[in-house]
Nanobody, 124 residues
Framework: QVQLVESGGGSVQAGASLRLSCAASGRAFSSYDMAWFRQAPGKEREFVAAFSRGGGMYYADSVKGRFTISRDNAKNTVYLQMNSLKPEDTAVYYC??????????????????WGQGTQVTVSS
């Protein structure tokens, strides 16, 4: 059973940077699509970034140019480097895995496993 453990969240001021990590157990990490979603209070979970098993990277328009997703298959870890953080980036950030055949990277129902979430708070 694959498990995901996120880390790296925190409270920062606008303009700062954070790097989130998501470590996955299991031996087939390189064959999974990995993604980050976020959910702010009172809002629906939204797509942030994805790194496909084929090496493609996809971003929400709201984070393009500021966030970078990467993965280290040797460490079974996916990262989200977040620069120039804004108060509207405040949310719980979730790591997600799609172990099965491809679908849209941008929708939550594509992903079958989720981490517990890590809080990111950006103050102005």
């Amino acid at each position: 059973q694959v498990q995901l453990v996120e880390s790296g969240g925190g409270s920062v001021q606008a303009g700062a940077s954070l790097r989130l990590s998501c470590a996955a157990s299991g031996r087939a990490f390189s064959s999974y699509d990995m993604a980050w979603f976020r959910q702010a209070p009172g809002k629906e979970r939204e797509f942030v970034a994805a790194f496909s098993r084929g090496g493609g990277m996809y971003y929400a328009d709201s984070v393009k140019g500021r966030f970078t997703i990467s993965r280290d298959n040797a460490k079974n870890t996916v990262y989200l480097q977040m620069n120039s953080l804004k108060p509207e980036d405040t949310a719980v950030y979730y790591c997600a895995v799609n172990r099965y055949s491809g679908s849209s990277y941008y929708v939550a129902r594509t992903y079958d496993l989720w981490g517990q979430g890590t809080q990111v708070t950006v103050s102005s």
